[in-house]
C-alpha cells in the first residue's frame, strides 16, 4: 500500500478524488465497439461497485476476478496497465 491506503500504483482513486473519473481514462483509451448486451451489464456492475465500499483488498480481488474472465495473459496485462497507467498520467498533467 502507498501513502495515502490505496494499493501501490492505484491512480484511479486519486484521479476520483482530483477532477478526473475512470470514465475519463476509458474515453482516453483507444476506441473499441463493446456488444451492447457486455456494455449494458459493465454499466449495472459499475454502479454496484461504485455504490459498494470496497477496501483495497476487495479491489484486488475484483480487478483479479475480471482479467482473470477475459483471458488476460501476464505479458498482455503489463501491456494493458502500461497504457492505462500513461493515460492516467496525462491526465494528472493537464
Same mark, same amino acid.
Given at each position: 500500500? /502507498?501513502? /495515502?491506503?490505496?494499493?501501490?500504483? /492505484?491512480?484511479?482513486?486519486?484521479l &476520483?478524488?482530483?477532477?478526473?473519473?475512470n470514465?475519463?481514462?476509458a474515453?482516453?483509451l483507444?476506441?473499441?465497439?463493446?456488444?451492447a448486451?457486455v456494455? $449494458? &451489464?459493465?454499466?449495472?456492475?459499475?454502479?454496484?461497485i461504485?455504490?459498494?465500499?470496497?477496501?483495497s483488498?476487495?479491489?484486488? $480481488?475484483l480487478?483479479? $476476478?475480471?482479467?482473470?474472465?477475459?483471458?488476460v495473459?501476464?505479458?498482455?496485462l503489463?501491456?494493458?496497465?502500461?497504457k492505462i &497507467?500513461?493515460k492516467?498520467?496525462?491526465?494528472?498533467?493537464?
Amino acid at each position: 500500500m /502507498d501513502k /495515502d491506503g490505496d494499493i501501490e500504483g /492505484d491512480d484511479l482513486a486519486d484521479l &476520483r478524488a482530483g477532477k478526473k473519473t475512470n470514465e475519463d481514462v476509458a474515453t482516453e483509451l483507444p476506441k473499441a465497439i463493446i456488444p451492447a448486451s457486455v456494455n $449494458q &451489464r459493465l454499466k449495472l456492475a459499475i454502479e454496484k461497485i461504485k455504490d459498494a465500499k470496497l477496501n483495497s483488498v476487495q479491489k484486488l $480481488q475484483l480487478i483479479a $476476478q475480471v482479467v482473470d474472465s477475459l483471458g488476460v495473459d501476464k505479458s498482455q496485462l503489463g501491456m494493458i496497465t502500461n497504457k492505462i &497507467r500513461a493515460k492516467m498520467e496525462s491526465l494528472k498533467v493537464k
